[in-house]
Structures are given as structure tokens and as C-alpha cells.
């Protein structure tokens, strides 16, 4: 079966600072998701990727998938606080019309 | 973006006692919603995927007895926990397709059962 790997689990950064988000997957993907989830709350979307190379940015988020499909990556650019939460990546299973989803990461920013 | 609505956003009930969980798409119709639940510090796991006028497929390992779903409206769906159990104290979240290409999730239900 398929599986979505994030890296890293957990991050700490100073406010300000850039980092970036993993999502690895086992097999090509075929439309990939980006959501950002809050403790206790539900699933904020942020972006989809579809095409292999493609980039989508938004605000201070930038999201990317790989040429081979395969992998996918979200860059935050001069983090705050306002973007701490958990980033969860997301893939369609194959045959069907629901989303899997990947471990996790745990963003967290120091003002 | 389209939205999605549960209701409640916490119960606590006894153990033995059944919980009723509302998802509602409200500016949409959704002729299917999920189903996910999430356990603490883990990631969101499938648990069935509700139809519109048919019955509920779900994932496996999950018991369909126990866990409830009825989706008689193109708006509703609804989760029931039947004879709720410590070990069925989590976060429950539903979601739909709201354009066809983004699926969008509701605020979630935290569900404790003593």
C-alpha cells in the first residue's frame, strides 16, 4: 500500500526564519495535498499539486512536487507565529476518492 | 472555500451510552463524506466513506456496528457511536469534496468517553 513519509516530525524555528517541510511517497503520486491543522481543530487546505515540477505559493508558503511525483516539499519563508500548527500532506488512494494522509509535522515558532 | 460543519465540537458521555456526530456541507451538496478519525498526535485515519443513499463503506478493521453512518441528505451525514467505550475516546473529522478537486474538512468532534 502506498504511504506518505514526512519529515521532520517536529520543528522548532525563531520567528523570522525559513524552513521546510518533507513529504516523501512510496509510489507516483497522483495529486498531492497540503493542509495545515491546528491542535483540536480541523484541516485548513493550503494548496494542491497535480503536475510533476509544479510550484504554488501562497503568502509566505511555497509548495512543490518533484518531477517524478514522488516527492513534494512546503517552504515557509520568514516564519511567525501565526504559522505554527501541524502540516499534514495528503495523496488520493489509488482506486479510490478519499485522501490518505502522511505522519505529520509539528511546526512550532519561538516569537 | 466551501465549508464543512460538525456538530457537537466536544462530548462527554458513559460508557455504554451512544453519541450521535452531525456533518454538514453548507454551501455545497456532497453526495460523499469521510469519515477520519485522529488519535492524539497521530495523523487522520480513515474510517469509512459515507454515500448518499446507500450504505457506508468502510475501512478495515473498523466495525460497521459500531460505528454508525447515515447519509440521507446531500448536506448530512452522520456518525453514531454505539455503546461508546474509553478506548472510542477521540477526534472524529469529516470531510468532503467541496469543488471536485479540494477535499475540505470540518472543525472536528472531540469525543471523551468516561
Known amino acids: 500500500s502506498q504511504e506518505l513519509e514526512q519529515s521532520p516530525q517536529s520543528l522548532i524555528v525563531q520567528e523570522g526564519k525559513n524552513l521546510t517541510i518533507n513529504c516523501t511517497s512510496s509510489?507516483?503520486?497522483?495529486?498531492l495535498y497540503w493542509y495545515k491543522q491546528k491542535y483540536g481543530e480541523g484541516l485548513i487546505f493550503l494548496m494542491m499539486l497535480q503536475k510533476g515540477g509544479e510550484e504554488k505559493s501562497h503568502e509566505k508558503i511555497t509548495a512543490k512536487l518533484d518531477e517524478k511525483k514522488q516527492q513534494s516539499s512546503l517552504h515557509i519563508t520568514a516564519s511567525q507565529p501565526s504559522h505554527a500548527g501541524i502540516y499534514l500532506c495528503g495523496a488520493h488512494q489509488t482506486g479510490a476518492n478519499n485522501l490518505f494522509f502522511g505522519t505529520g509535522t509539528r511546526l512550532t515558532v519561538i516569537p | 472555500g466551501a465549508v464543512v460543519s460538525q456538530h457537537p465540537s466536544w462530548v462527554i458521555c458513559k460508557s455504554g451510552t451512544s453519541v450521535k456526530i452531525e456533518c454538514r456541507s453548507l454551501?455545497?451538496?456532497?453526495?460523499?463524506m469521510f469519515w477520519y478519525r485522529q488519535f492524539p498526535k497521530q495523523s487522520l485515519m480513515l474510517m469509512a466513506t459515507?454515500?448518499?443513499?446507500?450504505?457506508?463503506?468502510?475501512e478495515q478493521g473498523v466495525e460497521k456496528d459500531k460505528f454508525l453512518i447515515n447519509h440521507a441528505s446531500l448536506t448530512l451525514s452522520t456518525l453514531t457511536v454505539t455503546s461508546a467505550h474509553p478506548e472510542d475516546s477521540s477526534f472524529y473529522i469529516c470531510?468532503?469534496?467541496?469543488?471536485?478537486?479540494?477535499?475540505?474538512f470540518g472543525p472536528g468532534t472531540r469525543l471523551l468517553v468516561l
Open positions: 470531510s468532503a469534496w467541496g469543488d471536485g478537486e479540494t477535499q475540505y
Open positions: 459515507s454515500n448518499e443513499g446507500s450504505k457506508a463503506t468502510y
Open positions: 509510489k507516483t503520486l497522483y495529486g
Open positions: 454551501d455545497f451538496q456532497a453526495t460523499t
